[in-house]
């Protein structure tokens, strides 16, 4: 079920956000691809590492990843360029939880915050604007997956600056602590098996990222949920 952003956290901004999902999602589904794919057989289980298993929570240095990311940090959202992508995350299974609050300072006191029913955390809404940069241009609002850009320019960020403003590592071969060849880590992207970079994948609107790490899930999403 989809949940509603709290009020305390829903400034006009992030309203008009919500409110340009409902026709994104139908010109995702005008184009096709709503079946998923079926990932190889007999994979089996990935074993949980030493270090870097998940959950992966936000970092408690937002600002200076999204400097290492090679962003610039803002004082509050814009919207001369405004997409949403979306992240799944699977491990032996199950769903990962992608983290609240990445690229976002939350402790800055303009940034307001708000419990949701279901006990996460959610964050945005900057008006007025911090005193000092508190948000990257990529960040994520809540525990949903959608990966938010309100940038001034009109180019696309990735996936591998997101998973360096999250502080956990992504290569062709390993995410987070979870590797090759002791465990399978497979990424899709709208669907399709990615055989290059991960790293080099765009966030453009209505994209669907899986991870799927061990054992899948009974279904891969083809396309994003909104």
């Given at each position: 079920m989809r949940r509603r952003r709290p009020r305390a956290v829903s400034s006009r901004l992030v309203t008009r956000a919500v409110a340009a999902i409902p026709l994104l999602?139908?010109?995702?589904?005008?184009?096709?691809?709503?079946?998923?794919?079926?990932?190889p057989e007999n994979i089996q289980p990935a074993p949980t590492p030493a270090t870097g298993a998940v959950p992966w929570p936000a970092p408690p240095n937002p600002m200076e990843l999204t400097v290492k990311a090679g962003l610039v940090p803002e004082t509050h959202e814009f919207l001369q360029y405004h997409v949403h992508a979306h992240l799944d995350v699977f491990v032996n299974g199950k769903p990962a939880v992608v983290a609240s609050g990445i690229g976002i300072d939350t402790t800055n006191p303009a940034v307001r915050h708000q419990k949701l029913d279901d006990g996460?955390?959610?964050?945005?809404?900057?008006?007025?604007p911090c005193k000092q940069p508190c948000i990257s241009p990529l960040h994520t609002h809540d525990t949903s997956g959608v990966l938010h850009t309100e940038s001034k320019t009109s180019k696309p960020n990735t996936l591998g600056q997101l998973f360096v403003q999250w502080d956990v590592p992504l290569t062709p071969t390993c995410v987070g602590g979870y590797c090759k060849p002791d465990a399978s880590v497979l990424i899709y992207e709208n669907g399709k098996l990615v055989e290059s970079d991960p790293g080099a994948i765009e966030l453009t609107d209505g994209k669907e990222i899986a991870i799927?790490?061990?054992?899948?899930?009974?279904?891969?999403?083809?396309q994003p949920p909104f």
């Open positions: 999602a139908l010109l995702v589904a005008g184009c096709g691809g709503n079946s998923s794919p079926k990932p996460s955390d959610a964050y945005g809404g900057i008006d007025p799927v790490i061990g054992t899948p899930p009974a279904e891969i999403p083809a």
